[in-house]
């Protein structure tokens, strides 16, 4: 089975803390994704990676960025959270023409 | 206008009804089509994929209108367990593979 694991479930932060969320999959995928959910708008891409150390902007890259230094992981970084960045945020790997496979997502809350 | 577009609902339907969902994109350049489903709190999981000629999985049935720009999802003899969102997903070749999410539609099957 293919698993996708996101180091926490749900975070509490303060404004202008720098936030890492943590993303790694075991099944040697190319690509990985960087989604946030919030209600009414659907997943919004923030980040793509097609291979490590590379990098594409989605939709809201605004007050991200990402790091991929090795090919299981994908790292996502808020560098000064603001509330506006509280959301679910969903990573994945896989997908272009093929599925993609999603962690179980970080519930993120800025306070 | 939203490169995908679904009928957020609720769709409300009694057990053993048949309920049919569409989804319509505006690039005609669309090139891979899927169904999610995403159940509450939980991650998207791939329900199936969309091809030209229509497939079907058992009790869902998926199509896609390419000349219309929409796909859709028929369940028929809905189950309890059928109760989800159900995500209408479209690939973009962007310069890369890109997935952009439908904003979901919300089944409810009651007893």
């Known amino acids: 089975d293919v698993k996708v694991t996101q180091s926490s479930r749900y975070l509490v932060k303060r404004t202008g803390e720098k936030v890492f969320l943590e993303c790694v999959q075991d099944m040697d995928h190319e690509n990985m994704f960087w989604y946030r959910q919030d209600p009414g708008l659907g997943l919004r891409l923030i980040y793509f990676s097609y291979d490590v150390k590379m990098k594409e902007k989605g939709d809201i890259p605004e007050g991200y960025s990402v790091s991929r230094e090795k090919k299981e992981r994908f790292s996502l970084i808020l560098e000064s959270a603001s509330t506006n960045q509280t959301s679910m945020y969903l990573c994945a790997s896989g997908g272009g023409n093929a599925e993609a496979f999603f962690g179980q997502g970080t519930r993120l809350t800025v306070v | 206008r939203k490169e995908v577009e679904q009928d957020p609902g609720p769709f409300n339907v009694p057990e053993g009804a048949t309920v049919a969902f569409n989804c319509t994109y505006s690039n005609s350049a669309s090139q891979s089509f899927f169904w999610y489903r995403q159940d509450c709190r939980k991650e998207p999981k791939l329900l199936m994929s969309?091809?030209?000629s229509g497939n079907e999985d058992g009790r869902f049935t998926a199509q896609l209108n390419r000349a219309s720009q929409y796909i859709s999802l028929l369940i028929r003899d809905s189950k309890l367990s059928d109760s989800a969102t159900y995500l209408c997903v479209v690939t973009l070749n962007t310069g890369f593979q890109k997935l952009v999410f439908g904003t979901g539609t919300r089944l409810l099957v009651s007893p």
């Open positions: 969309v091809y030209s």
